[in-house]
Each structure stands twice: as structure tokens, then as C-alpha cells.
């Protein structure tokens, strides 16, 4: 990196924000927290001072697969909402704080990001495919889980790579993938896609077409992840039913 104005010192302000972005900190991590925490109280205060306002919220904020081409901004608002538990957001946010900053400073803060935005779009077109699989378009989701499985996607192949011992990263998972049958209501489809999408561009970016393998993280992430939303998009746009077809 270029410095046109002497040398950077960066001692006395490993707190400072510039600073944990050079040193590649968990800035994103922690401004993907700030953001859904931050939605979860405004959904609490709305629940109860305008449950109006709470309900358009989630209406044109969650995700709701027989809409989802009607509202395609909701595959990624609905990330960043939460269930009004507090364990729902607290879940999800302490998964995300236990791997966001190891792939963060390991990938880069942009990749990271992408990774997790893709992730999440993978969620949403689980959703969609396993509606038009069973026919049954009555349902809605909204939360980071599909994101986050893309990350512990991402945390395995990393980990399996580079050999480490994977076998508490599996039972951390399998535990995941088990909530759906101890916990009601759980949108598990999200979990699954998230998870596939994550694990596919994770291994595109570690190995991938043999002409991209010398070529810099930046553009196999430019290459593989736009390849990857063009999919999804095109997924989640052919397996819903028009409004007319679906009575709406």
C-alpha cells in the first residue's frame, strides 16, 4: 500500500477503526452485529409502540418465497431481521462472532462480505426451491442463519485444506442442522441452501477452473461469485409461481 504522507504508526491505536481495517480486524464482523442488533431493537420498540409499522416491516423486510420476485430486496433485507426473542438474535450473532473474524482476516474484508451476502442469497433460494417442491408457497423466514451456514460452509473446507482436525467443527454443525427437530419454526431450508452455496464458493475459490487458480482472490471472487448470484437470481426467479397462478 502507497503512503504519501510517512510512515503509518500504528502503535497506541489498535482500537482505532482505520486501524483494525489495515490490520484486518473484524470491522465487518462486528458492523454486520451493530446492524442486526440494532434491527432487532427496532423491531421490539415497533411491536409494541406500532405494531402496524412492525407488521409492514417484516412484510416487505422477511422473506416470503411467494413473493420474492414481487420484493427481490427482501433476499437480502431479511438477513439482517430477527424473531422478537432475544435468543434468536443472540444465537446467531455469537456463531457469527465465533468464525467472522477468522474468514474476515483470512479472506479480506470485502471477500468476506460477498461471502456472506451470497451465502445469504443461498438461503433464500432454498426457500423458494423447497416451496416449489412441495407446492406449499404459505410460509415466510426472515434471520442470518443462511448466511451464517455459508460461513461454517466456508470454515470446513478452509479447515479441511489445511488439515486440521474438522471433527468439532462437524458436531457443531450436525448440532445446527438438528435444531429444526427441537426447535419449532425453524426455517431449515435456509440453513441447507446457505450452507451448499457457501461450501460451492468456498471450493471454487480454493481450487475452481485451473486457469483462475494464479489469478488474485479479488477476481476469482469478481468471476465465481457474480456466476454464482446470476444462478440463484435465475433460480429463484424461474421456481416461483406467478401471482395469477398462485391466486394472489
Not at 53 to 62: R, V, Y
Amino acid at each position: 500500500m502507497a503512503n504519501f504522507g510517512g510512515r503509518i504508526n500504528l502503535r497506541g491505536r489498535r482500537g482505532d477503526l482505520k486501524t483494525q481495517w489495515i490490520l484486518g480486524g473484524p470491522v465487518l464482523t462486528w458492523a454486520i452485529i451493530c446492524l442486526c442488533v440494532a434491527m432487532w431493537l427496532v423491531e421490539i420498540v415497533l411491536r409494541y409502540a406500532a405494531p402496524s409499522a412492525f407488521e409492514a416491516l417484516l412484510s416487505n423486510g422477511a422473506m416470503i418465497p411467494a413473493l420474492a420476485v414481487v420484493k427481490p430486496w427482501t433476499w437480502l433485507t431479511s438477513m439482517f431481521l430477527h424473531a422478537p426473542s432475544v435468543l434468536h438474535v443472540l444465537f446467531n450473532m455469537l456463531a457469527l462472532l465465533s468464525i467472522g473474524p477468522f474468514l474476515e482476516k483470512l479472506m479480506g474484508h470485502w471477500h468476506f462480505l460477498a461471502l456472506y451476502l451470497i451465502s445469504g442469497l443461498g438461503g433464500a433460494a432454498g426457500l423458494v426451491v423447497y416451496c416449489r417442491l412441495v407446492g406449499n408457497w404459505a410460509m415466510s423466514a426472515y434471520g442470518a442463519s443462511g448466511a451464517l451456514f455459508g460461513l461454517f460452509a466456508a470454515v470446513l473446507v478452509v479447515f479441511r485444506r489445511s488439515g486440521e482436525d474438522i471433527r468439532s467443527m462437524v458436531v457443531f454443525m450436525a448440532i445446527n442442522f438438528a435444531m429444526p427437530l427441537i426447535t419449532p419454526n425453524v426455517a431449515w431450508q435456509a440453513h441447507v441452501g446457505g450452507f451448499l452455496v457457501g461450501l460451492a464458493l468456498t471450493w471454487l475459490l480454493a481450487r475452481g477452473v485451473p486457469a483462475l487458480r494464479r489469478r488474485t482472490l479479488t477476481v476469482r471472487m469478481l468471476v465465481y461469485g457474480a456466476a454464482m448470484v446470476v444462478v440463484l437470481v435465475a433460480v429463484i426467479v424461474l421456481c416461483v409461481p406467478s401471482r395469477a397462478q398462485l391466486g394472489l
